[in-house]
């Protein structure tokens, strides 16, 4: 019974992520609309324009004369000779013959040679054709042209020298005419751009969409916790939607933290559900996990600050560690954050953070000292010596895909975690990142994927990361630091 129950779930769990996949990719086809509906639109314009030209330059004028008649064959007796007079044969077989017979002696050779030098022409003007009434010896002929008088006068000359011509073929024959032809006076076909002009600008904007559909399934980017297991191989530690905030109210409170009001539940059980992965991933054994990404905007210190601070609520004590030096953004995302400081001396400060339950530490370096901190064997000792006070130290650091800083970094931290912002950047930078963290000591614990939307609606806007300049002077790491740190005893915010 207990297996049955356990192959229906997991039956269930492959079920759910199939139809998360499915309305991830109808997700990703909205947002491709919403992101390129421009091109829709100029592809459109595009189209639409160039037809309307091409009709409007191709476009000439086609005038029409038309004639209706019957046509009649002389009657011959029993003996061979043909009667005076010309009749009307009423029986199929005849009227059969005619509709057969007429138009081919139109299109015939002699008939256009015999209207061409009664015209005085090299070639004919005007197209002859003719159409019939079914079982009957009426017809109607036509002359299309792109001159009216000699459309006009083809017309005229075929009438005329039609009878001499279909003797060869069925006998001598009469026209009687039933209509005249008439000069014509305007053309008979139409500009008919509006047709043209909107079949053009249809197909265009269908053109656009079909690129979105190519765009959104041939994307090669990380969107589900699937994919991180699929495509890089890795656990997912935890899904962090996406947050969004009124755009007209300014004076509303955008930090993304735990301790802001406007956080929905949603996103405070998405860091409760992260808290508890690492927990169980660092084993009780490993203190030092570094947060890193694999380019600038990915969200890891939105990660890191909410982590440390769910971590704190359970009764751990949490120390931040800004190793991002070239960037500094931890300070930056707890502006709003009361501070208060704990300790100092020339190499490092240590202040708390009382509305998050945790301590920061923060190195003062200028740009030219940053090789004296990013060295393993410092960062290593100081790590060491905290463990001893703290349950947990997170270490925000710069992109990995980007500086060496970090896998330097990796090199003195236990664990790590890679953050992934959902849909952002391609696959094959995400798995460059991860061997570069692989080629060290570190054990990468898991991904985190963030800024998760929810099907069509999503959970709302960016968080609107900064992004820092990650691109000049990164030096050379050397091995001198010889900066002293406090006694560890005196920090930590509770009591073991």
């Not at 009307?88 to 050779?109: G, K």
């Not at 006076?185 to 079909?210: C, E, Q």
């Not at 905007?297 to 909410?306: F, L, S």
Request: aromatic share 10%; glycine share 6%.
């Amino acid at each position: 019974m207990k297996n049955t129950d356990s192959i229906q779930r997991s039956d269930q769990m492959k079920q759910n992520e199939e139809n998360a996949r499915i309305e991830l990719y109808i997700s990703d086809l909205w947002r491709g609309f919403v992101k390129f509906w421009w091109i829709c639109l100029s592809l459109s314009l595009i189209f639409a324009i160039a037809m309307f030209s091409f009709s409007y330059l191709s476009f000439t004028p086609r005038y029409t004369a038309s004639a209706t008649f019957t046509v009649q064959t002389q009657d011959v007796n029993a003996s061979g000779d043909a009667v005076s007079s010309y009749s009307f044969y009423y029986n199929r077989t005849t009227a059969a013959q005619l509709s057969d017979t007429f138009p081919f002696i139109l299109e015939s050779n002699l008939l256009q040679e015999t209207i061409c030098e009664d015209l005085g022409v090299s070639k004919m003007p005007a197209t002859i054709s003719a159409s019939t009434v079914t079982e009957t010896n009426m017809f109607t002929m036509k002359a299309v042209g792109t001159d009216a008088q000699a459309t006009y006068d083809t017309l005229v000359s075929a009438i005329e020298n039609y009878p001499q011509v279909a003797e060869y073929v069925i006998g001598s024959t009469k026209l009687t005419m039933i209509s005249e032809p008439v000069l014509p006076t305007t053309p008979s076909n139409s500009r008919s751009y509006l047709k043209r002009t909107v079949f053009a600008a249809g197909f265009g904007f269908l053109l656009g969409i079909a690129w979105i559909i190519v765009y959104a399934v041939f994307r090669n980017t990380i969107r589900t916790k699937q994919d991180i297991r699929e495509k890089l191989k890795h656990k997912c530690l935890g899904v962090i939607p996406n947050v969004t905030f009124k755009k007209h109210n300014r004076e509303v409170d955008r930090s993304i933290l735990l301790t802001n009001p406007q956080i929905g539940e949603g996103f405070l059980e998405a860091i409760r559900a992260l808290r508890n992965s690492v927990i169980q991933s660092a084993e009780g054994k490993h203190k030092v996990i570094m947060v890193t990404s694999a380019a600038p905007g990915e969200g890891k210190t939105t990660v890191t600050c909410n982590l440390a601070s769910s971590l704190s609520k359970v009764e751990k004590r949490v120390l931040i560690v800004e190793c991002d030096l070239r960037n500094p953004s931890v300070v930056n995302h707890i502006s709003n954050c009361e501070r208060r400081l704990v300790d100092e001396n020339e190499s490092l400060k240590i202040e708390n953070v009382d509305a998050l339950g945790v301590d920061l530490l923060t190195f003062k370096v200028g740009e030219k000292e940053i090789w004296r901190v990013i060295n393993g064997a410092y960062l290593k000792e100081i790590f060491e010596k905290f463990s001893k006070c703290y349950d947990f130290i997170i270490v925000d650091t710069p992109p990995c895909a980007l500086t060496s800083d970090s896998t330097i970094i990796a090199e003195a931290a236990e664990t790590s975690i890679l953050v992934i912002r959902q849909d952002s950047i391609r696959t094959t930078r995400i798995q460059y990142a991860i061997e570069s963290l692989l080629s060290t000591d570190t054990r990468l614990i898991g991904c985190v994927l963030n800024g998760a939307t929810d099907g069509l609606s999503g959970y709302g806007e960016s968080y609107g990361f900064r992004r820092g300049r990650y691109g000049y002077g990164y030096g050379h790491y050397g091995y001198g630091y010889g900066y002293g740190y406090g006694d560890p005893k005196k920090y930590g915010r509770k009591e073991k």
